[in-house]
T-cell receptor, first 112, second 115 residues
Framework: AQSVSQHNHHVILSEAASLELGCNYS??????LFWYVQYPGQHLQLLLK??????LVKGIKGFEAEFIKSKFSFNLRKPSVQWSDTAEYFC??????????FGAGTTVTVRA | DSGVTQTPKHLITATGQRVTLRCSPR?????VYWYQQSLDQGLQFLIQ???????AKGNILERFSAQQFPDLHSELNLSSLELGDSALYFC??????????????FGPGTRLLVL
């Protein structure tokens, strides 16, 4: 069955530390990949997306993600986090349809 | 602000009751999606409408139904509510919903609490 998994449930780090969140999916066909962020009490906001082309995509707020097809992965990275990056991060995938399938989410807590 | 609006923001009701959640998509978007976010199930797709017609169905209970009106706003109706229906209900919209390479923009959600 098609699924999306996020490796880390909760990540705690200090300001200026680097962040990498893992996302893997299970599907051998064409996928469209997204990272959304949910700040406390707010709605989901799109950080970045990958449809095709350069597998390294840059998003808003200094985030980037790399699509590695052979590993079925789409990991999110930020070189230096800020306190304001405290949020829940969701990897989402559309498989051979239109609906988004979400991972369980990773809560990121950045300590000042 | 994504341009997607949802009302009400919060809803508290009792078991067995019926509620209606409302969503207005971004200007020009023809497709509306409903998702449920709960602690135990995470974010799950419920249903999609495109230009007034149901396009895809996910894990939506029979007690739940939705529709999209000619002005493209959508309503999600939840009936015979149970405690387990307490969740955050998100609406999202996209331009067409007929191509897979589209971005969905999410509204602020309606938080439903069933007591």
């Amino acid at each position: 069955a098609q699924s999306v998994s996020q490796h880390n449930h909760h990540v705690i780090l200090s300001e200026a530390a680097s962040l990498e969140l893992g996302c893997n999916y299970s599907y051998g066909g064409t996928v469209n990949l997204f990272w959304y962020v949910q700040y406390p009490g707010q709605h989901l906001q799109l950080l970045l997306k990958y449809f095709s082309g350069d597998p390294l995509v840059k998003g808003i707020k200094g985030f980037e993600a790399e699509f590695i097809k052979s590993k079925f992965s789409f990991n999110l990275r930020k070189p230096s986090v800020q306190w304001s990056d405290t949020a829940e991060y969701f990897c989402a995938v559309t498989f051979n349809d239109y609906k988004l399938s979400f991972g369980a989410g990773t809560t990121v807590t950045v300590r000042a | 602000d994504s341009g997607v609006t949802q009302t009400p923001k919060h809803l508290i009701t009792a078991t067995g009751q019926r509620v209606t959640l409302r969503c207005s998509p971004r200007s020009g978007d023809l497709s509306v999606y409903w998702y449920q976010q709960s602690l135990d199930q995470g974010l799950q797709f419920l249903i999609q409408y495109y230009n007034g017609e149901e396009r895809a169905k996910g894990n939506i209970l029979e007690r739940f139904s939705a529709q999209q009106f000619p002005d493209l706003h959508s309503e999600l109706n939840l009936s015979s509510l149970e405690l387990g229906d307490s969740a955050l209900y998100f609406c999202a919209s996209s331009a067409l919903g007929v191509r897979k390479q589209e971005t969905q923009y999410f509204g602020p959600g309606t938080r439903l609490l069933v007591l």
